[in-house]
């Protein structure tokens, strides 16, 4: 076309619609601020690519029409770069990359390239004299709660002092001095559980603080007019807690039939600490009790837990409130909770109440310990040991801390993890008992049995619950200073370790005839190295000696042991031979013999100098008081010339 008219296209001047109302009305966005469109524009902007990303994207194009022409050259043509080419890259992106910080911190720290203007928010109006007459009326309400508290505190006071009533804030503070209270809306609770000691146990120990009605305490003191003034608190504790419990510990023989046996043969006393009809405990005596008794089912919940997890050689059994296990062969550990709230007794069965049974066997010792044990525990709970150094982890022991530049190995690690159960600890405890029972039982038994030599022994006084040592003393009366055989026995859990005088160690178990044994042989070997001291004082020699004699019939108890001693002048001999099974033999021998002749064969009178045959000497009818009295009677008899 000849006239042409050019046609300029722009953007339309009206906004986006925002919303169109129900009348047509139309409502637009508000137009961008210079700010805004700078910002929705930079977001547009990829920053993270560099400049060689952009020269690469705009160069795909012409690479897509240039692939023909590449291809036609030859293909041992190389592009001619600049050497330095890609240093001065990195120069101008660096330069680029300090011009624009120059920049921004040009433009931070000179206002005049940009100014924030703070918004104002609005304003809130102000109505001074509203907020006064709130204020007028929070402080009223707060005084008269004051007042009214003041007025009851008043009255109670001049009550209380009209007819001598107990003060109640006087009893709770008392009572706040010793256990945990807290206020929940118009209540006082407290808790009496062990949670704050360590205690994990899921039960809760939650009771309730309330004031005595007036005409109870009066009723009280009217009734007892000279025993101590009542509470002013009434302390209500849940009925699981109530009444008193302890946890009872026996030791039996295994019966026939187990279950019915344990149950029906424990003869265990209920404690008859309850208070008769209306009588009623104080707060303290009351909360000391039920605090026992969510103690006692603590301790029970835990072995019961841990009989059944623990894999014995034989299982422990847990029926009702009582556990059962196997502590030795034919011997069982029965742990029951006994718990006697007033209505019913949560006894096991058989269990007779105070003074209607036999007498009780129920072991304070191993009681005592349960409590030590799960004390213990609480107190691991809450008493971790200190890291070394300063900025190690809470937690791990010493010992564990120690392992790496230990090098500890696998087998260490683990034994480091393995803790013992209190069911296990308290098994030990009863099988250390057992068997230092049976100790001092066959000690007893031998010492009263064996009058020549005496027997004495010394139990150390310092012991732990699982390990215990006696010193055995084997002596003569009279001669203890010449020979004293010694012997020292550690009493373990299943086993004893028993230390002889020369030396060697000899491991026994639980069985009674096995440290029996030792013991009789220990006091024969004891009599002829007596025997042998005795003649070194009185100047006899000794000739030969064997504590393994090979004549004579097989023992069935040790081996048999024999001495030849010969008098000063030579001309006496005596033999002595003890057999733990027979006792201890004597027989001696003189020299020249009288039934020695002179014949064809033997001329010399100098072979009457041996020793004749030996002649047995009846010890039994010989004067002494002991067996080494004797010897030396008759080694002195024998020295002196005839």
């Not at 700010?35 to 705009?58: G, H, P, T, V, Y």
């Not at 344990?262 to 405990?281: D, I, R, V, Y």
Request: charged content about 20%; some cysteine; glycine content about 6%.
């Amino acid at each position: 076309m000849a006239n042409s008219v050019n046609i300029s296209v722009e953007a339309p001047i009206e906004n986006q619609i925002q919303e169109i109302t129900y009348d047509g009305q139309e409502i637009y966005q508000a137009p961008l601020s210079m700010s805004e469109n700078l910002a929705r524009l930079a977001q547009k902007i990829d920053f993270s690519k560099s400049d060689d990303e952009f020269c690469n994207i705009k160069k795909e194009g012409e690479t897509s029409s240039d692939v023909k022409s590449e291809e036609d050259k030859e293909p041992g043509y190389q592009s001619s770069l600049w050497p330095w080419d890609s240093v001065r890259n990195k120069l101008r992106n660096a330069l680029t990359e300090v011009s624009v910080l120059a920049d921004v911190l040009s433009i931070a720290k000179e206002k005049r390239f940009m100014v924030l203007d703070p918004i104002q928010a609005e304003q809130v109006e102000s109505r001074p004299m509203v907020q006064v007459y709130g204020r007028k009326k929070a402080l009223s309400a707060a005084g008269a709660v004051l007042l009214n508290g003041v007025e009851r505190l008043r009255a109670s006071e001049t009550m209380r002092m009209t007819r001598n009533m107990p003060d109640f804030h006087i009893d709770l503070l008392r009572l706040r001095q010793n256990w945990r209270l807290k206020k929940v809306s118009n209540t006082i609770v407290g808790d009496l559980s062990y949670r704050t000691a360590g205690s994990k146990f899921s039960q809760t120990g939650v009771f309730e603080v309330t004031k005595a009605p007036e005409e109870q305490i009066a009723q009280a003191m009217s009734m007892n007019a000279t025993g101590p003034t009542p509470s002013a608190l009434r302390v209500t504790v849940p009925p699981e807690l109530q009444g008193v419990a302890f946890i009872s510990v026996l030791c039996q023989k295994e019966q026939e039939d187990v279950v019915t046996a344990t149950l029906s043969s424990s003869a265990l006393n209920c404690p008859g600490t309850l208070p008769g009809e209306g009588a009623e405990l104080h707060w303290q005596q009351k909360l000391e009790a039920a605090q026992n008794v969510l103690f006692c089912k603590e301790l029970f919940a835990r072995l019961a837990a841990e009989a059944v997890q623990l894999d014995a050689s034989i299982p422990h059994m847990v029926v009702g409130n009582q556990i059962m296990a196997t502590v030795l062969p034919g011997i069982q550990l029965l742990i029951g909770l006994c718990h006697n709230n007033g209505q019913n007794n949560n006894n096991p069965e058989g269990v007779k109440s105070e003074g209607t049974g036999s007498k009780s066997e129920h072991d304070h010792v191993l009681e005592h310990s349960l409590h030590q044990l799960l004390r213990a525990v609480h107190h691991s709970n809450t008493h971790h040991p200190f890291p070394h150094p300063a900025s190690g982890p809470l937690g791990p022991s010493k010992r564990r801390s120690l392992a790496g530049p230990m090098a500890a190995d696998r087998y260490e690690l683990l034994e480091m993890s393995k803790e013992q159960s209190l069911l296990e600890q308290i098994i030990q405890q009863a099988q250390h008992f057992f068997m230092r029972r049976r100790s001092e039982y066959v000690l007893d038994t031998i010492a009263k049995e064996v009058k020549d030599p005496l027997i004495v022994s010394h139990w150390n006084a310092l012991n732990s619950p699982t390990q215990s040592c006696v010193k055995i003393n084997i002596m003569a009366y009279g001669y203890d200073a010449v020979c004293r055989t010694s012997l020292v026995v550690h009493v373990g859990e299943k086993t004893l370790k028993c230390i002889c005088r020369d030396g060697k160690v000899r491991h026994l178990s639980y069985e009674l005839q096995e440290l029996r044994d030792l013991i009789y042989c220990q006091i024969y070997q004891h009599q002829m190295t007596a025997v042998q001291a005795v003649g070194r004082c009185m100047g006899w020699q000794l000739l030969a000696s064997s504590s393994h004699l090979g004549s004579g019939p097989v023992e069935p108890l040790g081996n048999a042991s024999s001495c030849l001693l010969a008098s000063p002048n030579g001309d006496r001999m005596i033999a002595i031979r003890c057999e733990p099974s027979v006792g201890i033999q004597v027989f001696i021998a003189q020299s020249p013999r009288k039934d020695f002749f002179v014949s064809e064969l033997v001329q010399d009178k100098k072979w009457e100098n041996l020793g004749g045959a030996f002649k047995e000497v009846k010890l039994e009818k010989m004067e002494g008081k002991n067996f080494l009295n004797k010897m030396e009677l008759l080694m002195a008899c024998l020295s002196s010339p005839l």
